[in-house]
């Protein structure tokens, strides 16, 4: 007997941005595995349980879903934004990998949502318009020089970046430094955006310039885009400014 | 008097991809302009006017829609996947920082999507759950230098990397031209999946080592994705192998 396990995203946490076919996910599924806050965004029903857990706790909560899903349960996994995108999909996979062999007869049904840098980028114009890249900050997974090599190489590269989980308690430092690198590799115009909360009612949206980019306008709740040398803003009377990266690039440049 | 212009995503295909947003910016509009494929996607309603367009006139097409939003009238300018990911925020955008005073006036409304390479992640596992960045191989609206440049500095960094625009009757050479440059910086096993229509009827999954992957196995409509050194195949019997990219780096590695 093997039952189900969902791998949703609710996307950046309007209901909104939710695709109706997580939604079904959810209607199906009777057991809910994830980081508090994303499994609160959901509707559930009295016979619908919650099985929340911390933010750091991903592989044994993977685990335990693969478990509860081996034994006939059908389980829902919620991820904020997409579940592929520095979220649950890899550490579910992880698991199936390393687990016993019924873990692997388990039908998975991963189903893809909004990330937050699509939905940063739709409120402040298309700073993605461009080639892009989508970088953690999070020195947990990986060793902070690899990702100092990596933002060095972007630049380069002349790729406009995303970070994900730009700072939190724990990790206080690594925007101010990851900007501070940038800094020597980019123009000081270069759009930063700090993109928070997209499409919840605290929204809030802020760009500044490289050279002036602060660090602690950051929560974890911000995807910060890093623009390129081409990205421009444009003024609006009355309304927001709008930022965007050229679709066209010309030969001469990076 | 000045109009709306939403600019919507409608996802990968699959009318369970499509955001309630984008419905509801559909709902409130009048005058549908894009691409044939993609505004033939929504079930428009008699008053509801189609000004669809080829493929290859963005710009045209982004100030034809603001021209008529300006005007006063509801304007739905429709993209496939996401409207920032090589679609038409980025045109819009350009169209009102180079026209009129009006254009800028007018109410523009973008809603974000389920890009095509995270649809396609999903239904093969997480092989974006690393770092990864998102390149167009069209070399019409950037020189082709610059698209071999980035794709060795991205295999440098480590990147996983999606591949948007691989081919078309008019660009027949590139993909196979960027998996040869591929071949020169990482091993011949990095998986390559083709994911072709993603959530659609005539959806096809293929995932292939680097050593073989074959430009002819992609069309217009696929996404490819080119995996690192570190992307796992895992092989389920019974069901399709799972492919993911670990979310743990160790130091000695990119």
């Not at 937050?116 to 114009?125: F, K, Q, S």
């Not at 406009?160 to 123009?187: H, T």
């Amino acid at each position: 007997m093997s039952g189900i396990l969902y791998v949703i995203g609710t996307g950046p946490g309007s209901p909104d941005q939710m695709t109706p076919e997580a939604l079904k996910a959810v209607a199906d599924s009777n057991a809910f595995f994830g980081y508090f806050p994303y499994v609160d965004r959901l509707n559930l029903k009295p016979h619908q349980r919650k099985i929340a857990s911390d933010n750091r706790e991903e592989l044994a909560r993977a685990r335990a879903a693969l478990e509860l899903a081996a034994s006939g349960e059908r389980v829902c996994m919620v991820s904020g934004g997409d579940p592929g995108v520095f979220a649950m999909a890899a550490a579910v996979c992880e698991a199936i990998e390393a687990g016993p062999k019924e873990w692997k007869a388990i039908d998975l049904v991963i189903t893809p949502g909004v990330t937050a840098m699509l939905a940063v980028a739709a409120r402040i114009g298309a700073p993605l318009g461009h080639d892009f890249c989508a970088i953690s900050l999070s020195d947990n997974l990986k060793p902070w020089d690899v990702i100092t090599r990596r933002l060095r190489l972007m630049a380069e590269a002349g790729m406009v970046m995303a970070f994900y989980n730009p700072i939190s308690k724990a990790r206080p430092w690594q925007l101010g430094a990851a900007f501070d690198i940038l800094r020597e590799c980019l123009p000081p115009t270069v759009p930063v955006i700090f993109g928070r909360a997209a499409g919840r009612p605290d929204e809030a949206m802020l760009v500044m310039p490289l050279g002036e980019a602060d660090a602690n306008r950051a929560d974890m709740a911000t995807c910060v885009i890093v623009g390129t040398a081409e990205t421009r803003i444009v003024s609006r009377p009355g309304k927001p400014d709008l930022v965007y990266s050229p679709r066209f690039l010309a030969g001469d440049s990076k």
